[in-house]
């Protein structure tokens, strides 16, 4: 069975009422239910949650290192452009992971096109809307069966 992580940062639990024209009017309850939908059907566990503190984010990174996750779908949220703690967390417990946005953020403010994850990422999905998160799913279950690790 593959075991998901998914990790949302700051400011991401007022998704639906927080600046609809950038993030869509979803609710991080309703992304988690669809993803929810989407793991039952092809036998996935999913471990879904969100912090506006960075240092637990850090702490269930590494947690993931020791509790069967195979792979991790991260939206950073503002931690994306200012976190190398997080950064070095994903990178000290080696688990592939995917990096989401909702927005793209290449359309935004010059600072938003900095990722301090981008180049340790297997892929980056932005501007999707939380179709995104489904094809970080998609993109990680495949990944994940296919036994390339390249």
Do not use: C, W
């Amino acid at each position: 069975m593959a075991n998901f992580l998914v990790l949302n940062g700051p400011n991401l639990n007022l998704l639906g009422t927080r600046e609809p024209s950038h993030y869509g009017t979803e609710s991080l309850d309703q992304i988690e239910a669809s993803l929810r939908q989407l793991a039952k059907q092809d036998g996935a566990h999913l471990a879904f949650e969100q912090s506006n503190a960075e240092h637990l984010i850090v702490d269930r990174i590494h947690a993931a290192a020791t509790d069967g996750t195979n792979f991790i779908i991260i939206n950073p949220a503002a931690f994306t452009h200012t976190s190398v703690a997080i950064r070095d967390a994903l990178l000290a417990v080696a688990i592939p992971f995917i990096e989401v946005h909702l927005s793209n953020v290449y359309k935004r403010e010059a600072f938003r096109h900095k990722s301090y994850f981008s180049d340790v990422a297997l892929g980056v999905i932005s501007g999707l809307g939380s179709v995104g998160y489904e094809a970080a799913f998609m993109a990680g279950l495949r990944y994940l069966k296919s036994g390339d690790k390249s």
